[in-house]
T-cell receptor, first 116, second 117 residues
Framework: GEEVAQTPKHLVRGEGQKAKLYCAPI?????VFWYQQVLKNEFKFLIS????????ETGMPKERFSAKCLPNSPCSLEIQATKLEDSAVYFC??????????????FGQGTRLTVV | AQSVAQPEDQVNVAEGNPLTVKCTYS??????LFWYVQYPNRGLQFLLK??????LVKGSYGFEAEFNKSQTSFHLKKPSALVSDSALYFC???????????????FGTGTRLKVLA
């Protein structure tokens, strides 16, 4: 499709429960980013993929967060044993690869995760 | 390390007046700079970008940005503000993999623009 599609739009989880977020990148875009938007609008980079391969995972809290981009499936971001501090809006973006000088990333509408 | 600063949390401007939203950057190598806008409960929408070429970049919805290498700035501007321009604006620099091998975006903390009728 022509839009980055993120599901669900809203997700509420009790502390300790698992949360799974999905992202379908724009068709033909093989580069996917996940960002976490927290209080005061700060965007924190989590992870990026080139097709199904992890490209950069330096932002991932590895003990509870995991992500995948498998062929012919939406990408996913999973949080095991959620904590209150995981409450945020999670954005997915896609971009063509290799990055060209005229390439911008296209963002989805985000998934708002609320941990209670 | 690459970084972006937006020194103003909020900018208020009267409708019809010109607006400026400030952004300064710090990069190693050539800067690849972007402006995005976020409306309430929406994702980021691309406005414009600077890669190379003219220092004045024109983008969507009548916005433009001026790249100033000596001042390391990339301020967003619009000659005449509309109430509908009220939103959260983010400046970003793209790490083009020069040092880290990654292509992630590094965002500023955002500036809330309020256009008053």
């Amino acid at each position: 499709g022509e839009e980055v599609a993120q599901t669900p739009k809203h997700l509420v989880r009790g502390e300790g429960q698992k949360a799974k977020l999905y992202c379908a990148p724009i068709k033909g875009h093989s580069y996917v980013f996940w960002y976490q938007q927290v209080l005061k609008n700060e965007f924190k980079f989590l992870i990026s993929f080139q097709n199904e391969n992890v490209f950069d995972e330096t932002g991932m809290p590895k003990e509870r967060f995991s992500a995948k981009c498998l062929p012919n499936s939406p990408c996913s971001l999973e949080i095991q044993a959620t904590k209150l501090e995981d409450s945020a809006v999670y954005f997915c973006a896609s971009s063509p690869y290799p990055p060209r000088e005229n390439t911008e990333a296209f963002f989805g509408q985000g998934t708002r995760l609320t941990v209670v | 390390a690459q970084s972006v600063a937006q020194p103003e949390d909020q900018v208020n401007v009267a409708e019809g007046n010109p607006l400026t939203v400030k952004c300064t950057y710090s990069v190693s190598g050539n800067p690849y700079l972007f402006w995005y806008v976020q409306y309430p409960n929406r994702g980021l929408q691309f406005l414009l970008k600077y890669i190379t070429g003219d220092n004045l970049v024109k983008g969507s919805y009548g916005f433009e940005a001026e790249f100033n290498k000596s001042q390391t700035s990339f301020h967003l501007k619009k000659p005449s503000a509309l109430v509908s321009d009220s939103a959260l604006y983010f400046c970003a620099v793209r790490d083009m993999g020069v040092t880290s091998g990654t292509y992630k975006y590094i965002f500023g903390t955002g500036t809330r623009l309020k256009v008053l009728a």
